[in-house]
């Protein structure tokens, strides 16, 4: 079954705002993947995460991999109406073979 | 270039009818998954093929099959649609013989409704 929870399951924000959001897991895992699905499309990804620490950013967002190895968090700043959609993680647990999805993050930003 | 393209965009379906959601990658990718999404859940696989000929069961693949014959093209077959299987499918593909340390790209999804 499922293994991340992703949080905030949705969020209402107004333009200009900082977002923040996180997924967290039970085991540990070796890489995370931020992805972001816009109404209508399939998921593209956002950011790749490889390493304990490991902070990236993409223009105005930033992403982490927990020193824990069992959380990844993703930051948006300054908001723009173009940020609407659904973020997900996605991650590779240690010893497993496939990518894990999850929930989502649904993102509306008002003008 | 096309990447993936799955069609159809949008189909509903009769309890008991039979259907093919077809999806084909011009990346020459080897990993090819089909996930179906649905609200709250997240992104489930179904089925997933790391080479053609060769196919393997995913996280829910009770009442679909698929075949691969060759790299390019991955249909989902439902035999005998159920409401259960109302939900948004996506088809993705990897670099590659697997999704580890490789970036899946997604197609635009199927939205199927069974009534």
């Known amino acids: 079954g499922q293994q991340l929870n992703q949080s905030p399951q949705s969020m209402f924000i107004q333009e200009g705002e900082d977002v923040s959001m996180n997924c967290t897991s039970s085991s540990i895992f070796n890489t995370w993947l931020w992805y972001k699905q816009d109404p209508g499309e399939g998921p593209v990804l956002l950011i790749a995460l490889y390493k304990a620490g490991e902070l990236t950013s993409n223009g105005r967002l930033t992403a982490q991999f927990g020193i824990t190895r069992k959380d990844s968090f993703l930051n948006i700043s300054a908001s723009i109406p173009s940020d609407v959609g659904i973020y997900f993680c996605?991650?590779?647990?240690?010893?497993?073979?496939?990518?894990?999805f999850g929930a989502g993050t649904r993102l509306f930003v008002k003008a | 270039n096309a990447g993936v393209t799955q069609t159809p965009k949008f189909h509903i379906l009769k309890t008991g009818q039979s259907m093919t959601l077809q999806c084909a990658q011009d990346m020459n990718h080897g990993y090819l998954s089909w996930y179906r999404q649905d609200p709250g859940m997240g992104l489930r696989r179904i089925h997933y093929?790391?080479?053609?000929?060769?196919?393997d069961k995913g996280e829910v693949p009770d009442g679909y099959n698929v075949s691969r014959s060759n790299t390019e093209d991955f249909p989902l077959r439902l035999e005998s649609a159920a409401p259960s299987q109302t939900s948004v499918y996506f088809c993705a593909s990897n670099l590659g013989d697997s999704d580890l340390n490789t970036e899946a790209f997604f197609g635009q999804g199927t939205r199927l409704t069974v009534v």
């Open positions: 996605a991650g590779r647990p240690v010893g497993g073979f496939k990518t894990i």
């Open positions: 093929s790391v080479a053609a000929g060769i196919t």
